[in-house]
């Protein structure tokens, strides 16, 4: 097993590369197997002033998946403790689902499928008084595979990387779709549509497209 640590605004010292070690091995202990890589990357504030809070990320690559847990706290050591702690339960959680998995799509998902997704957004309402701009520069870039999977699929995976959104490839239609947890419950799907406004598939997708409540950075 890969164990990288990285930092920003922060010297990893000895002691801390130690801390981490100790932490995050005892915490994918029992899920090694299944593991090929683990990224740390802590952070602290870069006006501590402002925002004393000090970050703990924690991205683990296993059988194709990925599996993330973040935790901040006003001491670095608090938060490494609280982001083992957290991803030891979302990688058993994921083990569960994992051995437990069942190729029956349910009622509930063929009704996010089937049904249209309705309160489709205004462009002028999702802007506001905000001018659009772009960041000065790119801050961060990551890189993941995405292989087809179902909106079921993309479902559990949202479960175990601790967003409220989860970027994948349709199997059905080879495409990439965004899904998200909607604000009043249940979840939505993004799909891109031609000019024509129709999918892949051909079908209108004038009601697919929804509000995302929140597209935070992956």
Not at 13 to 35: L, P
Not at 39 to 62: C, F, G, M, W
Not at 182 to 193: A, D, E, K, L, T
């Given at each position: 097993m890969k164990l990288v640590i990285q930092g920003k605004n922060i010297e990893i010292t000895d002691s801390i590369?130690?801390?981490v070690t100790q932490k995050i091995?005892?915490?994918v202990t029992h899920f090694q197997q299944m593991i090929t890589e683990v990224d740390v990357h802590l952070s602290i504030a870069h006006?501590?002033?402002i925002n004393s809070k000090q970050t703990a990320e924690v991205?683990?690559?296993?059988?194709g998946s990925v599996v993330r847990a973040e935790e901040a706290s006003e001491s670095l050591y608090a938060s490494i403790d609280l982001v083992a702690d957290k991803i030891a339960r979302q990688?058993?959680?994921?083990k569960e689902k994992r051995n437990a998995k069942q190729h029956i799509v349910p009622k509930g998902i063929e009704a996010l499928i089937d049904q249209p997704i309705v309160d489709q957004p205004n462009v002028d309402d999702l802007l506001k008084d905000r001018t659009p701009e772009l960041p000065p520069q790119v801050i961060r870039t990551k890189y993941f595979a995405m292989p087809p999977m179902s909106v079921q699929e993309a479902m559990e995976h949202l479960e175990m990387v601790d967003h409220d959104f989860y970027v994948f490839r349709n199997e059905e239609t080879d495409e990439i779709n965004v899904l998200y947890e909607r604000n009043h419950g249940g979840f939505g799907v993004i799909?891109?549509?031609n000019g024509n406004g129709h999918t892949h598939n051909g079908k209108n997708n004038s009601d697919k497209v929804a509000h995302p409540q929140s597209l935070s950075s992956v």
């Amino acid at each position: 097993m890969k164990l990288v640590i990285q930092g920003k605004n922060i010297e990893i010292t000895d002691s801390i590369r130690e801390y981490v070690t100790q932490k995050i091995e005892k915490a994918v202990t029992h899920f090694q197997q299944m593991i090929t890589e683990v990224d740390v990357h802590l952070s602290i504030a870069h006006n501590p002033r402002i925002n004393s809070k000090q970050t703990a990320e924690v991205t683990i690559y296993a059988n194709g998946s990925v599996v993330r847990a973040e935790e901040a706290s006003e001491s670095l050591y608090a938060s490494i403790d609280l982001v083992a702690d957290k991803i030891a339960r979302q990688l058993r959680k994921y083990k569960e689902k994992r051995n437990a998995k069942q190729h029956i799509v349910p009622k509930g998902i063929e009704a996010l499928i089937d049904q249209p997704i309705v309160d489709q957004p205004n462009v002028d309402d999702l802007l506001k008084d905000r001018t659009p701009e772009l960041p000065p520069q790119v801050i961060r870039t990551k890189y993941f595979a995405m292989p087809p999977m179902s909106v079921q699929e993309a479902m559990e995976h949202l479960e175990m990387v601790d967003h409220d959104f989860y970027v994948f490839r349709n199997e059905e239609t080879d495409e990439i779709n965004v899904l998200y947890e909607r604000n009043h419950g249940g979840f939505g799907v993004i799909q891109p549509r031609n000019g024509n406004g129709h999918t892949h598939n051909g079908k209108n997708n004038s009601d697919k497209v929804a509000h995302p409540q929140s597209l935070s950075s992956v």
